[in-house]
């Protein structure tokens, strides 16, 4: 079964798009895209649906790939870009690298597209992952504060030396402290 992937291409040759395309249904997904040229329809395409990730051409008449990683960085998006493009110099495409972008791969070696984009994938659904963690540890966090604040009993934790590894507001007064000393 082909793995579903939505994925906005930036580039301003139907025919080139076409073939990110062929290479990527090739490799096994099932494609929902959308080509842009312009960071106006850039703006309109992302409004619109969430991507999994983004190809973009390094330089369009209309556009380029330094623009299309700003507005992902104003908008706070964290979806990964990979730049498929001509040849271009290795400081051109180490300078877009430092940019945002997550790879560079011609457009004559396509071939390099499917693993580059399923290691992205991965990394980017690692991210989320973690972050939902982290989230979720914040939650914890705060229910349990609430929980130490409000009751009326002193509560306190201590690690294996006897240290009190934290005390409710209480615990403290009964102890004749504040909660932070």
Known sequence: ???PLHIL?????????????????????ALAWERVDTAQAMHEALDRRQWDIITSDYSMPRFSAEE?????SKRALNIPVIIVSGA??????????????????????????????????KEAQAERER???HQELEGLRQRNELILYSVGEGICGLDGR?????????GAALLGYGVEE
Not at 9 to 28: F, H, K, P, Y
């Open 1 to 3: 079964m082909k793995q």
């Open 9 to 29: 291409i930036l580039e301003d040759t139907l025919d080139d798009a076409e073939l990110i395309v062929l290479e990527l249904e090739n490799g096994g997904f």
């Open 68 to 72: 299309a990683l700003k507005i992902l």
């Open 88 to 121: 271009i110099g290795d400081e051109t495409a180490a300078h877009i690298m430092r940019a945002g972008a997550r790879d560079f791969i011609t457009k004559a070696n396509l071939a390099r597209l499917v693993p580059s984009l399923q290691r992205e994938l």
């Open 131 to 133: 972050r939902y963690a």
């Open 162 to 170: 006897g240290k009190i590894t934290f005390i409710n507001p209480a």
